[in-house]
């Protein structure tokens, strides 16, 4: 059974940053396209960032400059870097991945959820 294992969230003064974790864990045969997303009190949630197995990258235009999307193929394991961090950043933040666990069978995968919060 594939699960996605989040964490690294917690609480930050604003300016301050945070690294976030992802890994894959059970019978991952290959995975695909992986993002974060974030879901604030009273608000629908919202792709922050994502990022190919090549590498290519994408940004929401409120985190672009601040925060940076990377993995480690070898490890199963995605980061969110979140720097210069803002009290608008706090939310719940999801993993998410398009994992195959054979080589015809992809399915998409949500992490628990890990909060950030950013107040003084």
């Known amino acids: 059974q594939v699960q996605l294992v989040e964490s690294g969230g917690g609480l930050v003064q604003p300016g301050g940053s945070l690294r976030l974790s992802c890994a894959a864990t059970g019978s991952v045969f290959r995975i695909g396209i992986m993002g974060w997303y974030r879901q604030a009190p009273g608000k629908q949630r919202e792709l922050v960032a994502s990022?190919?197995?090549?590498?290519?990258?994408n940004y929401a235009d409120s985190v672009k400059g601040r925060f940076t999307i990377s993995r480690d193929n070898a490890k199963r394991t995605m980061y969110l870097q979140m720097n210069s961090l803002k009290p608008e950043d706090t939310a719940v933040y999801y993993c998410?991945?398009?994992?195959?666990?054979?080589?015809?069978?992809?399915?998409?995968?949500w992490g628990q959820g890990t909060q950030v919060t950013v107040s003084s």
């Open positions: 998410n991945g398009a994992i195959a666990t054979s080589i015809t069978v992809v399915k998409n995968y």
């Open positions: 990022i190919t197995g090549g590498g290519n990258t």
